[in-house]
């Protein structure tokens, strides 16, 4: 059975680096105990925890980076049942939320706030009572945790770490908890992972579940302690015996792979039933999987389908794939259906599963279950292929060779032969050599040239630059794009593009002819930024003004309104000041409407990502980040696309700028150039331009 994907793409965008938009989030209720049923406060019921809600997500949320749900309730078949508040405010910038009510010990307690935490990561508590003292800005010992500090100022952050601290000190368990997380998160504190540890491995002895669980992860990662499996299997047990969903998870996963215990697949099993009953989405695939496999139970099929299908529900795209193969590979488990195999295929397809990708591909391109589609079976195939995967790679060179889907190309062709082959797959070795005999000796080269472009976006630049750094022992700091200085604490901001695959980061400010070395302070790759703290730096031995430009949100930007960009256009091929390049604002949104992005006519050229782009009064609202491919346009449909260039909002920044300690002095501060003449306003900016230079 070959494996596919979908749709195909007319506009190929030229990102530098990707921009992923979140168009949806998933938020998963939990109760504690088991067996608590979900309701809205109107009595709308929702279903049996854990329940899984997904909220669509507008430009108005996602520049918020957050939405606010109406508030649900938790009934218990005994005892008092446990409210949120009117709304529950979920983050836009986490993918996948829970949220746990905890029943109430008696019907009188204060009702509580619920808590947000990504599923992957470590877990506050959601039973901590309310804020009840006089002053509300200042949360009790016990406090609502990562997801307010994530929203908060700095100040708040800074009294939540003094009350954590201070009832930590006293062997309150939940504060010790709550503290270890912001260390462990570096939120309101540095991230440390040692005093993270310190601080789990209390509330961890005082019996605390979720503690006990955080502290199997440090010591199963090796963070802040030495890696030791045997201790983490420990802790897992600790707290998987009191019922803690993700560690009957992780504990199922030591045993399955043999890690800190003997290999046992009966005991995997158990523990993997246990969560997947609670609802956890990993754990009903792999409990799944043990069945398909036969391993630690009965091969069954029909049981293998029942707990994937509960993943697949959920959204799991390898759950996902998985049932469309069972009913594409004459039933098993489940009556054979064509129509069914596509549809799981393709929502796996559409979370970038790769094989799903393929296999859908491949049912567009043989009219398997679908109407033969050439154009959507190479849409699918160069989804995958681009993620590497060999037999697509081979599959869309064949469509390139026949004309299928595209124009025909002998050199597109053989570069997906040759990459295809070089990842293993025969029939890309033959198809390779019998093509080469059609081909003239300027399109194989052309075609080698291709592939090596290709290889050198993903794996950190092409195969001859690679041998040839054997021969020296530093590669020269190559310029790479454009930054921007916006705190005197030496922050910079650039694409993430720009450094991700740097090993060392270097700072220039061509106006001063002093450069720098920097570390990544935050990232937010989905979006496509950095946030750069420049090592040793002294604001006023460079600048005797205050920075001239306030932070600005999208939502005051308006539709054809004049912007201005400062960058450096083809590294510093054109000398090493900085470029003005002005234009309009196109479009409020970015290609197939995507929210994040501002579309400009400004000239842009490569090495202008990760500059700034500000409005007529010297404000930033956005941040440079990608052309149109006018190769593509060219080739395929005949147009060469003039200026059409996007950049992202600035309301993406200011979200990493809130989680510093400074932020919101930086985001309070007032821009000083509105009242200026174009000219006398690029004159104060170009100090603050920097090249971003990476080896």
Same mark, same amino acid.
């Given at each position: 059975?070959?494996?596919?994907?979908?749709?195909?793409?007319?506009?190929?965008?030229?990102?530098?680096?990707?921009?992923?938009?979140?168009?949806q989030?998933?938020?998963t209720?939990r109760?504690?105990?088991p067996?608590g049923?979900?309701?809205?406060l109107?009595?709308?019921?929702? &279903?049996?925890?854990?329940?899984?809600?997904w909220?669509?997500l507008?430009?108005?949320?996602?520049?918020?980076?957050?939405?606010d749900?109406?508030?649900?309730?938790v009934?218990?078949?005994?005892?008092?049942?446990?409210?949120?508040?009117?709304?529950i405010r979920?983050?836009?910038?986490?993918?996948?939320?829970?949220?746990?009510f905890t029943?109430?010990?008696?019907?009188t307690?204060?009702?509580?706030?619920?808590?947000?935490?990504?599923k992957?990561?470590?877990h506050?508590?959601?039973?901590?009572?309310?804020n009840?003292?006089?002053?509300?800005?200042?949360?009790?010992?016990?406090g609502?945790?990562l997801?307010?500090i994530a929203?908060?100022?700095?100040?708040?952050?800074?009294?939540?770490?003094?009350?954590?601290?201070?009832?930590?000190i006293?062997?309150?368990?939940e504060?010790q908890?709550?503290?270890?997380?912001?260390y462990?998160?570096g939120?309101?504190?540095?991230q440390?992972?040692?005093?993270?540890?310190?601080?789990?491995?209390?509330?961890?002895?005082?019996?605390?579940?979720?503690?006990?669980?955080?502290l199997?992860?440090?010591?199963?990662? &090796?963070?802040?302690?030495?890696q030791?499996?045997?201790?983490?299997v420990?802790?897992f047990?600790?707290?998987?015996e009191?019922?803690?969903v993700?560690?009957?998870?992780?504990?199922?996963?030591?045993?399955? /792979?043999?890690? &800190?215990?003997?290999?046992?697949?009966?005991?995997?099993?158990?523990?993997f039933r246990?969560?997947?009953?609670?609802?956890?989405?990993?754990?009903?695939?792999?409990?799944g999987?043990m069945?398909?496999?036969?391993?630690?139970?009965?091969?069954?099929?029909?049981?293998?389908?029942?707990w994937?299908?509960?993943?697949?529900e959920q959204?799991?795209?390898?759950?996902?794939?998985?049932?469309?193969?069972?009913?594409?590979?004459?039933g098993?488990?489940v009556?054979?259906?064509?129509?069914?195999?596509?549809?799981?295929? @393709?929502?796996?397809?559409?979370?970038?599963?790769?094989?799903?990708q393929?296999?859908?591909?491949?049912?567009?391109?043989?009219?398997?279950?679908?109407a033969?589609?050439?154009?959507?079976a190479?849409?699918?195939f160069?989804k995958?292929?681009?993620?590497?995967?060999?037999e697509a790679?081979?599959n869309?060179?064949?469509?390139?060779?026949?004309?299928?889907?595209?124009?025909?190309d002998?050199?597109e062709?053989?570069?997906?032969?040759l990459?295809?082959?070089m990842?293993?797959?025969?029939?890309?070795?033959?198809?390779?050599?019998?093509?080469?005999?059609?081909?003239?000796?300027?399109?194989?080269e052309?075609?080698?040239?291709?592939?090596?472009?290709?290889?050198?976006?993903d794996?950190?630049?092409?195969?001859?630059?690679?041998?040839?750094?054997?021969?020296t022992?530093?590669?020269p700091?190559v310029? @790479?794009?454009?930054g921007?200085?916006?705190a005197?604490?030496g922050?910079?901001?650039t /694409?993430?593009?720009v450094?991700?695959?740097g090993?060392?980061?270097?700072?220039?400010?061509?106006?001063?002819?002093?450069?720098f070395d920097?570390?990544v302070?935050?990232?937010d790759?989905n979006n496509?930024?950095?946030v750069?703290?420049?090592?040793?730096?002294?604001?006023?031995?460079i600048?005797?003004?205050?920075i001239?430009?306030?932070?600005k @949100?999208?939502s005051?930007?308006?539709l054809?309104?004049?912007?201005?960009?400062l960058g450096f256009?083809?590294?510093?091929?054109?000398?090493k000041?900085?470029?003005?390049?002005?234009?309009?604002?196109?479009?409020?949104s970015?290609?197939?409407?995507s929210?994040?992005?501002?579309?400009i006519?400004?000239?842009?050229q490569?090495?202008?990502?990760? &500059?700034?782009?500000?409005?007529?009064?010297?404000?930033?609202?956005?941040?440079?980040?990608?052309?149109?491919?006018a190769?593509?346009f060219?080739?395929?449909?005949?147009i060469?696309?003039?200026?059409?260039?996007?950049a992202?909002?600035?309301?993406?920044?200011?979200?990493?700028?809130?989680?510093l300690?400074e932020?919101?002095?930086?985001?309070?501060?007032?821009?000083?150039?509105?009242?200026?003449?174009?000219?006398?306003q690029?004159?104060?900016?170009?100090?603050?331009?920097?090249?971003?230079?990476?080896?």
């Open positions: 059975m070959k494996h596919v994907s979908a749709i195909i793409v007319l506009i190929q965008l030229l990102f530098a680096a990707g921009c992923a938009q979140i168009q989030v998933k938020v209720y109760s504690d105990p067996g049923t979900l309701y809205r109107n009595g709308e019921l929702l &279903g049996p925890c854990p329940k899984t809600l909220y669509d507008d430009t108005e949320a996602m520049a918020r980076a957050h939405l749900a109406k508030g649900l309730i009934r218990w078949p005994t005892g008092p049942e446990k409210a949120s508040r009117e709304v979920i983050l836009t910038n986490v993918t996948n939320q829970q949220v746990i029943q109430p010990k008696a019907a307690e204060t009702q509580t706030d619920t808590v947000f935490a990504d992957t990561k470590k506050l508590r959601a039973d901590q009572p309310e009840t003292s006089e002053n509300p800005s200042v949360p009790q010992a016990v609502s945790g997801a307010t929203a908060a100022d700095a100040q708040l952050a800074e009294e939540m770490i003094k009350s954590y601290t201070a009832a930590a006293q062997g309150d368990a504060a908890f709550n503290l270890g997380t912001m462990d998160h939120r309101g504190v540095p440390d992972y040692k005093e993270a540890v310190k601080w789990f491995r209390k509330a961890a002895e005082q019996g605390l579940a979720e503690a006990q669980f955080n199997g992860t440090m010591y199963d990662a &090796g963070q802040g302690v030495a030791d499996e045997k201790e983490a420990k802790w047990r600790k707290a998987a009191q019922g803690h993700e560690a009957h998870f992780y504990l199922g996963t030591m045993y399955a /792979n043999g890690r &800190g215990v003997p290999q046992d697949y009966k005991e995997a099993v158990k523990w246990k969560a997947a009953e609670q609802g956890d989405v990993e754990a009903q695939y792999n409990l999987m069945y398909s496999g036969g391993k630690g139970v009965p091969q069954d099929d029909k049981e293998a389908v029942k994937s299908r509960k993943a697949a959204g799991l795209a390898e759950a996902q794939f998985y049932l469309g193969l069972m009913y594409a590979d004459d098993r488990g009556p054979q259906d064509d129509k069914e195999a596509v549809k799981w295929f @393709r929502k796996a397809a559409e979370q970038g599963h790769v094989e799903a393929s296999s859908l591909g491949l049912c567009y391109y043989g009219g398997e279950r679908v033969q589609d050439y154009k959507e190479v849409k699918w160069r995958a292929a681009e993620q590497g995967l060999a790679q081979c869309l060179g064949v469509t390139y060779l026949k004309g299928e889907g595209v124009l025909e002998y050199a062709a053989y570069k997906w032969f990459l295809a082959a990842n293993g797959h025969k029939n890309a070795q033959k198809g390779k050599e019998l093509l080469r005999k059609k081909m003239t000796p300027s399109q194989i052309e075609a080698q040239r291709r592939a090596k472009a290709c290889l050198a976006r794996e950190e630049g092409p195969t001859e630059e690679k041998e040839s750094s054997e021969t022992t530093e590669q700091a310029a @790479r794009g454009t921007f200085l916006f005197r604490s922050l910079v901001a /694409n993430y593009h450094i991700s695959d090993k060392n980061i270097h700072v220039y400010f061509p106006k001063a002819d002093l450069g920097a570390t302070e935050l990232k790759i496509d930024l950095a750069l703290k420049i090592k040793d730096f002294a604001y006023d031995d600048f005797s003004q205050v001239p430009f306030g932070v @949100r999208s005051t930007v308006q054809g309104e004049e912007v201005f960009t256009p083809l590294g510093e091929l054109l000398g000041s900085a470029k003005f390049s002005d234009g309009t604002i196109s479009s409020l970015g290609a197939l409407g929210a994040n992005l501002f579309q006519n400004n000239p842009i490569p090495g202008n990502s990760g &500059g700034p782009l500000f409005d007529r009064d010297g404000n930033l609202i956005g941040i440079v980040v990608a052309i149109l491919d190769k593509f060219y080739e395929n449909l005949d060469i696309p003039q200026n059409v260039n996007f992202i909002k600035a309301d993406y920044l200011i979200n990493l700028i809130s989680m300690s932020g919101p002095s930086i985001l309070s501060r007032k821009g000083s150039l509105q009242d200026k003449l174009q000219e006398e690029v004159n104060s900016l170009v100090p603050y331009i920097v090249t971003v230079r990476v080896r």
